[in-house]
């Protein structure tokens, strides 16, 4: 295995551009094959569970990253990521003995064992912009979008409505394209509303996107409204949206409005 392929070498040790077609269904190549898509999957996973640790600011087991660290997908993804362990810096190491190793905002590295820390969303840092420059001049490089996420922060003026109007009137010219760009973006579509759910302060609260519904996939599509709502479809008021649900909801909306149609000549 060589970058996420399988390889073969001639008798003279040449790496080939192919696996000879002798070999492609020999159960050696067929089971490294399987191993590849394997740890494609579990490098998404990891990727895809630290990311909702970070959505929902969710505590985690100081223990647990200790043990995950020692697997390099698991560690790709969480090393580097500003965490919150009574003390907020980057973090370097973890070990099930000694907790996790930071590098604080002043330079040092410490070693600290809470029993869980916090992978805080960006719109919950108070030191943002003081953290990404430390984090240009550290070359760090993170996986999981956080430093550097999209973020949006709710505005003073509420509309009066009870929703969002600032991404509605976007076309798409087929539902089905709308409908592929929420499933790229691994936002998940139902009854014609694209939909994130956000854990914050005790509480769930789902985000909802209008994106169109039709019984034709290849009709013109135009997006609508953006609001929130509690699990049971209770719409929630504006001014009691969290930051992180505001934040998560809006970067949704704005990501799907990204994708329409733009006329030609249209700046």
Same mark, same amino acid.
């Given at each position: 295995?060589?970058?996420?392929?399988?390889?073969?070498?001639?008798?003279?040790?040449? =790496?080939?551009? %192919?696996?000879?077609?002798?070999?492609?269904? #020999? +159960?050696?190549?067929? $089971?490294?094959?399987? /191993? *590849?898509?394997?740890?494609?999957?579990?490098?998404?996973?990891?990727?895809?569970?630290?990311?909702?640790?970070?959505?929902?600011?969710?505590?985690?087991?100081?223990?647990?990253?200790?043990?995950?660290?020692?697997?390099?997908?698991?560690?790709?993804?969480?090393?580097?990521? =500003?965490?919150? %362990?009574?003390?907020?810096?980057?973090?370097? #190491? +973890?070990?099930?003995? $000694?907790?996790?190793? /930071? *590098?604080?905002?002043?330079?040092?590295?410490?070693?600290?064992?809470?029993?869980?820390?916090?992978?805080?969303?960006?719109?919950?840092?108070?030191?943002?912009?003081?953290?990404?420059?430390?984090?240009?001049?550290?070359?760090?490089?993170?996986?999981?979008?956080?430093?550097?996420?999209?973020?949006?922060?709710?505005?003073?003026?509420?509309?009066?409505?009870?929703?969002?109007?600032?991404?509605?009137?976007?076309?798409?010219?087929?539902?089905?394209?709308?409908?592929?760009?929420?499933?790229?973006?691994?936002?998940?579509?139902?009854?014609?509303?694209?939909?994130?759910?956000?854990?914050?302060?005790?509480?769930?609260?789902?985000?909802?996107?209008?994106?169109?519904?039709?019984?034709?996939?290849?009709?013109?599509?135009?997006?609508?409204?953006?609001?929130?709502?509690?699990?049971?479809?209770t719409t929630v008021p504006l001014a009691e949206v969290g930051p992180v649900a505001w934040?998560?909801?809006?970067?949704?909306?704005?990501?799907?409005?990204?994708?329409?149609?733009?006329?030609?000549?249209?700046?």
């Amino acid at each position: 295995m060589d970058g996420g392929r399988v390889r073969c070498r001639n008798a003279k040790g040449k =790496v080939l551009g %192919a696996v000879p077609a002798a070999l492609k269904d #020999d +159960a050696q190549v067929v $089971r490294l094959r399987q /191993l *590849v898509e394997w740890l494609d999957r579990h490098d998404a996973e990891c990727l895809s569970t630290v990311d909702t640790w970070l959505a929902r600011s969710l505590p985690v087991p100081t223990v647990l990253v200790g043990q995950v660290w020692a697997d390099s997908a698991w560690r790709s993804v969480v090393r580097d990521l =500003v965490v919150d %362990a009574g003390e907020v810096g980057f973090l370097r #190491d +973890a070990d099930p003995e $000694r907790g996790v190793g /930071l *590098v604080t905002l002043d330079g040092d590295t410490v070693w600290v064992r809470p029993e869980t820390i916090t992978v805080p969303h960006p719109v919950l840092l108070d030191d943002l912009d003081e953290l990404r420059e430390f984090a240009a001049e550290l070359g760090v490089e993170q996986r999981v979008q956080q430093l550097f996420r999209q973020t949006f922060a709710r505005p003073d003026a509420l509309p009066a409505t009870g929703t969002v109007s600032d991404f509605s009137g976007a076309r798409f010219e087929q539902i089905n394209h709308v409908l592929a760009r929420c499933r790229t973006l691994g936002y998940p579509v139902r009854g014609g509303e694209a939909v994130y759910p956000v854990f914050e302060g005790g509480a769930t609260l789902q985000a909802r996107f209008w994106v169109g519904a039709d019984q034709y996939p290849e009709s013109e599509a135009w997006t609508g409204e953006l609001w929130w709502t509690r699990p049971d479809g209770t719409t929630v008021p504006l001014a009691e949206v969290g930051p992180v649900a505001w934040s998560e909801g809006t970067r949704m909306a704005s990501a799907i409005h990204a994708g329409r149609a733009v006329e030609e000549g249209a700046e």
